[in-house]
């Protein structure tokens, strides 16, 4: 049975600070601890609810004896953020190739194509969009500090488990970044090149703004760097984030 000492480190991930303090969060559904285990992330604990029968350990038996639990559906509920729990769930230790958070990156460090993410609020939005990557098989995605945190429960659902192949980097110095990257780096808004004409190449990055906001004002404002659109016919004021990503990754892919 699940300790209450482990109950309480556990329970605890549901913050960022611990998230990060420990190096572990949690994935629920037996699609998602599947993809957790067999990406290789080490698995801290396994966790399935009494009421459950052995059918979602099934393709995980590699999971150390002493790393599986079972908890009551009350400890369980301390556990869970979704309101139909399927009653398996994993705490997944980070890696440290997984995903970087730095003070600045070099451009040399920069394998593309990929995303740069410049504050992005929403993270169903943040998740869709590393799902889209990895669907196109583009290799990293880069974001702002002001970018919601990637470890975020409704984010990883969101990935469908893409988290685990997709590079995340966030960097502070976010701007620089960019400014230093000059012609590899395309500004998705409202005007620019449209983006039938634009000629990407394989290291390039296109960067998406902020849901409500768009493109920071420095950002928007700052020349020798690309600006790109996708160009649209009808009344509608703009493009869900998410759904614009779908757009430039396939462009992206073809020169991948």
Not at 21 to 46: N, T
Not at 57 to 84: C, D, I, K, M, W
Not at 89 to 113: D, I, K, Y
Not at 202 to 222: H, I, P, T
Request: proline residues 4%; contains cysteine.
């Amino acid at each position: 049975m699940l300790s209450k000492a482990k109950l309480k480190l556990f329970a605890s991930l549901h913050l960022k600070k611990y998230r990060y303090q420990h190096r572990m969060f949690v994935v629920e559904g037996k699609k998602m601890v599947q993809e957790a285990y067999q990406s290789g992330w080490p698995i801290e604990a396994l966790v399935v609810r009494e009421d459950q029968d052995l059918m979602p350990l099934q393709g995980l038996e590699g999971v150390a004896p002493e790393r599986r639990y079972v908890a009551g559906a009350a400890a369980y509920r301390q556990l869970s953020t979704q309101a139909h729990a399927e009653g398996v769930l994993a705490v997944v230790c980070v890696p440290p190739h997984a995903f970087e958070r730095c003070a600045s990156l070099e451009v040399a460090r920069l394998q593309g194509p990929g995303f740069m993410l410049d504050r992005i609020q929403d993270p169903g939005n943040l998740g869709t969009i590393i799902r889209t990557a990895d669907w196109f098989g583009l290799r990293s995605v880069i974001c702002s500090m002001g970018t919601v945190d990637v470890l975020n429960p409704k984010c990883l659902r969101s990935s469908m488990g893409s988290i685990f192949r997709v590079h995340m980097v966030y960097v502070e110095a976010f701007e620089e970044l960019i400014r230093s990257a000059g012609q590899r780096v395309w500004l998705a808004g409202m005007q620019g090149l449209p983006l039938g004409e634009a000629s990407f190449g394989k290291d390039d990055f296109v960067v998406l703004g902020n849901e409500a906001r768009g493109l920071s004002q420095s950002l928007a404002s700052r020349s020798g760097i690309n600006f790109v659109t996708i160009p649209g016919t009808g009344g509608a004021e703009s493009l869900n984030v998410a759904i614009a990503a779908g757009i430039f990754g396939w462009e992206l892919s073809k020169v991948r």
